[in-house]
Nanobody, 123 residues
């Protein structure tokens, strides 16, 4: 069982940056692939990116590639989402999720979810 708590959301102007954190409970954090998803009002939850359990491999949606960076600190049981060059279309609730072993890009691939944190980007 893994419990996830996101933090770091807020409001920022276009072009700005935010760093989201997701703290996990449990002693097996290093076994889990971690993903980030987002959901804008009236839209389905979409994949943002993911990081392998050892932190060596990352995957990103085309819409955020080159602007967002995922990293993790297994000693702190925390995964991060650094968001730069933010755009108004990045406005959404951002969720972290955990999956055992291999990376997935669908919401159904992930077993554990955080409660989400709001990111609002104004033009």
């Amino acid at each position: 069982q893994v419990q996830l708590v996101e933090s770091g959301g807020g409001s920022v102007q276009a072009g700005g940056s935010l760093r989201l954190s997701c703290a996990a409970s449990g002693r097996t954090f290093s076994y889990y692939v971690m993903g980030w998803f987002r959901q804008a009002p009236g839209k389905e939850r979409e994949f943002v990116g993911a990081i392998s359990n050892h932190g060596i491999t990352t995957y990103y949606a085309d819409s955020v590639k080159g602007r967002f960076t995922i990293s993790r600190d297994n000693a702190k049981s925390t995964v991060y989402l650094q968001m730069n060059s933010l755009k108004p279309e990045d406005t959404a609730v951002y969720y972290c999720a955990a999956r055992w072993t291999s990376v997935g890009r669908d919401t159904t691939d992930y077993d554990y979810w955080g409660q989400g944190t709001q990111v609002t980007v104004s033009s």
